[in-house]
């Protein structure tokens, strides 16, 4: 008889009922994919169950901007040529002024004659996106003047008005030296205002006592505000 | 006749009685059928429709046609509304309805809230039985921003998808 060798006639089972090296790790293995699949995000559900979905998108919230520029201008009643600017800007004067000069850089350098006005035109850009964007523009001009009693003579002999201007060159409501109009951007009420504030001082003629107490003051210029505050 | 064989001569007789080989019965006897029929599984799924964003901020709500191009400011909301049908049969069949919406990305998401509901009810769960079989189920996602915030301007909510998910309950064990 042929000598058989030994690894034809190994058990497929351990005599002891014990299995070999190789079965245990494959048991493991199966019981471990068996509770991944159970309990992991595999997909896998141990009840029925179904899903859906929807996309929702995005949602850009909108903005708002305030922007401007100032413009200072001595309107004079003078006849054209009778007196000096350290301007040489000129700009349209309104009756009753006959000359006018841009002074917003030469501020300081320039002279005012009883009956002078000085124009602080400040313009306004309200820009801003928002499908529900609405709010109150102000326009605040009575810091542009300090005509407290401790304020120089001049300033507190001048009038100081103010007017504002929609974009579509409407007139904005004024109360005293301050403008609140209600805007909202769906109405088309954003772009540009325009805020002219006027300093008056006082007439040549206005009596005797002022030419001579007028020489030498000053007309120390504040600030015009504006500002948009949304409302709900 | 040996033992050996007068053994096998009374098994074979005997085996032949027992089997009722000839048609013999020991006794009277009787047999039916019983026919129990088929049994069908139910099923359990759902459809969720295409939805729509309304502005809801006034008291009058504006459907917003694109909401890509709608531009939130602060005291906004807007409100994604769509609707759940449940389908399911099953005579124990009850499953748990779940809304349930990944954390909005972008840098919006720090400026507004966002809440998925069902039906008005506050919460983004729901419990469902046969009786909700086929019935449309609102179900809405609530964006606010907040009047009193004072940043978040040009900023951008992403809000992914909104997952609707239907899930059997576990049936109680009967011992």
Redesign the interface.
């Known amino acids: 008889m042929p000598a058989v060798p030994a690894s034809a006639v190994r058990p497929r089972h351990r005599a002891d009922g014990r299995q070999g090296p190789g079965r245990v790790a494959g048991a493991t293995l199966a019981t471990v994919l068996g509770l991944l699949l159970l309990t992991s995000g595999l997909g896998t ?1 141990s ?18 901007s305030l922007s401007g520029t100032l413009q200072v201008q001595l309107h004079s009643r003078q006849p054209v040529g009778s007196r000096s600017f350290s301007s040489s800007t000129t700009c349209a004067p309104t009756a009753p002024f006959v000359e006018c000069r841009v002074v917003t850089s030469s501020l300081a350098a320039e002279r005012l004659i009883p009956g002078d006005a000085v124009r602080v035109v400040r313009d306004v850009t309200l820009a801003g ?5 609405r709010g109150a523009l102000v326009v605040d001009a009575s810091a542009l003047l300090d005509r407290a009693p401790t304020a120089s003579l001049l300033a507190r002999s001048s009038a100081v008005t103010l007017g504002v201007t929609r974009p579509g060159g409407a007139a904005a409501p004024v109360s005293g030296l301050v403008s609140t109009t209600q805007v909202s951007r769906a109405a088309g009420d954003f772009g540009t205002y325009q805020a002219v504030a006027t300093i008056q001082t006082p007439l040549d003629d206005a009596g005797a006592p002022w030419n001579e107490a007028l020489w030498t003051q000053v007309l120390d210029l504040g600030s015009i505000r504006a500002t948009f505050d ?1 409302t ?1 | 006749m040996n033992k050996s064989t007068k053994g096998v001569i009374a098994a074979v007789a005997g085996v032949t009685l027992l089997t009722g080989v000839g048609g013999t019965f020991a006794n009277w006897s009787e047999s039916r059928t019983a026919a129990p029929g088929s049994v069908t599984a139910g ?6 429709a ?2 729509e964003w309304t ?1 809801i ?2 008291a009058t709500p504006k459907l917003i046609s694109d ?2 191009l ?7 909301v ?1 409100e ?1 509304t ?1 609707t ?1 049908t449940p389908d399911l049969l099953g005579d124990n ?1 009850t ?1 748990t309805l779940t809304a349930t ?1 990944p954390a909005g990305s ?1 840098a ?1 998401a720090n ?2 809230t966002v809440v998925a509901e069902f039906d008005g009810s506050g919460t983004a769960t729901r419990q469902i039985t046969e009786a909700n079989d086929d019935t449309a189920i609102p179900v809405t ?1 609530t ?1 606010t ?1 907040p ?1 009193t915030t004072t940043v ?19 049936n109680p064990v009967v011992v």
Not at chain 1, 47 to 64: C, F, K, P, T, Y
Not at chain 2, 43 to 48: A, D, F, I, K, M
């Open positions: 559900w009840e029925w169950h179904d899903q859906g979905q929807r996309a929702l998108g995005n949602i850009q919230a909108g903005s708002v996106n928002g499908d529900n964007l949304q709900s | 099923h359990l799924t759902l459809t969720v295409s939805g502005d901020t006034a909401i890509s709608f531009r939130m400011v602060p005291g906004d807007v994604y769509t759940v069949l499953a919406l972008g919006l400026d507004v996602v964006v921003m009047f978040g301007e040009d900023e951008v909510l992403s809000l992914a998808a909104l997952t609707v998910n239907l899930v059997q309950n576990a």
